[in-house]
């Protein structure tokens, strides 16, 4: 990662807490700034990603196994990387992004319960040492999120969960984001969007005041 230039942020946080609302919200006070910046998501950001979020979104008859759920998504995180995020890292540009391996973390091994070093053998083969410079975690009580979620109507295979799944989710965030603290901004997303927004934008001038500077500097 240190060889590269541009900033990689990631957006965490379970179902409905506002990452895309809230990712906008990011992308236009950074712009605006004139920070050159690729704005994604995971599973997704490429064709083959994207067509890999369709089978894991979907709700099936069959349950699908944890490992398999997790190796689609190291999958998709493989294709991701390689075509999307890190040339634009190499460009210069920051890249945000909609969830990436925490999301693993959080739901393979919080969620589903597959051991953590599953998650971590992976996050190690698949990006060697790449990891988000910075990560937002939305944090609000599982129910908030679910029925903000639920009140977009159909629910996908994920949303179809039990709250105690979520309640795990939330708290494997909680406790990546203790674990990490120098990464992580915890915001406290169960506020109205006027303030979620405020603090973001508190913690974009400072991640803009820091990094923005050093990085004319290397162009
Ligand atoms: N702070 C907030 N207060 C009230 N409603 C909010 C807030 N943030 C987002 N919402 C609303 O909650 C719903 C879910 O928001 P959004 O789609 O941005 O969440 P998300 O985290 O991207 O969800 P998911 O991960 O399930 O796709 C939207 O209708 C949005 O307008
Ligand atoms: C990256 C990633 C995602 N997921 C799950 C979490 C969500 O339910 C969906 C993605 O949809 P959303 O619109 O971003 O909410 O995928 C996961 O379980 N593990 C992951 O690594």
Known sequence: ??????LFITV?????????????CIRDYLQARGVALVVTREPGGTPLGEDIRTVLLQARRETVAPMAELLLLFAARAQHLRDVIVPALEAGKWV???????????YQSGGRGLDS???RTLENLVQGELRPDYTLLLDAPAVTGLERARGRGELDRFEQEELVFFERVRNTYLQLATESSGRYHLIDASQPLASVQQQLHT?????????????????
Not at 96 to 106: G, H, L, N, V
Request: proline letters at 2%.
């Open 96 to 106: 945000i992004c909609d969830r990436f391996t925490d999301a693993s973390y959080a």
């Open 117 to 119: 070093g599953a998650v």
């Open 203 to 219: 913690i974009c001038e400072q991640l803009h005041a820091c990094w923005a500077p050093r990085q004319q500097q290397l162009r």
């Open 12 to 24: 965490e946080g379970g179902e409905g807490v506002g990452k895309s609302t809230n990712i906008t």
């Open 1 to 6: 990662m240190q060889a590269m230039r541009g």
